[in-house]
């Protein structure tokens, strides 16, 4: 059903790979917007549970979108290095691809927590449950990885090996 990765000596391992989803702050959602157009946005998430999670408004375009149609990609830039010299860039990658949902009670607060120690694990522990019950007129919304792969810099992958 997923293609395979064709540059496969750049696959990142799956270790590699939620390592880069775990401590990026930021991706872009990829979901079939209105009138067939594709729709990419930016937005804060945390990799928890083998989940995606991020927090949205209860109306707008990326919701409306997810309603009608789940299917959805997230795509993460760990790193890209101009290497001017030898015209290209050294890059790590990840793309996943799922089905987004809205989550509810206990899932809810455990993603929402999970976003807030990642955003702000250095507050006290009230005020992050006080910040976490004042915004119970958001959603959170899962993306149910389907498939996952993470990529890098054919230089990345020459450097492991010489070591």
Known sequence: MFREMRR?????????????????TNGVLA??????YPYAVPVSYVYYNDKIYYHSAKSGHK???????????????????IVS???TSYFRSVIAFGKAR?????????????????????????????????CKSSHIIAIDVEHI???????????KNNK
Do not use: M
Request: with cysteine; net charge negative.
């Open 102 to 134: 809205i989550v509810e009670g206990d899932e809810w607060f455990g993603a929402f927590k999970a976003l807030v120690q990642k955003y702000s694990g250095d507050q006290p522990e009230d005020a992050k449950i006080k910040e976490i019950e004042g």
């Open 85 to 87: 010299a030898e015209y």
């Open 8 to 24: 496969k000596k750049q696959l990142l391992s799956t270790e590699d790979t939620r390592e880069v989803l775990s401590r990026c």
């Open 31 to 36: 979901c079939h917007g209105d009138e067939d």
């Open 149 to 159: 792969t993470g990529k890098e810099a054919i230089e990345y992958v020459r450097a």
């Open 63 to 81: 919701l409306d979108a997810i309603l009608r149609n789940p299917k959805v990609s997230f795509a993460i830039i760990d790193e890209d290095t």
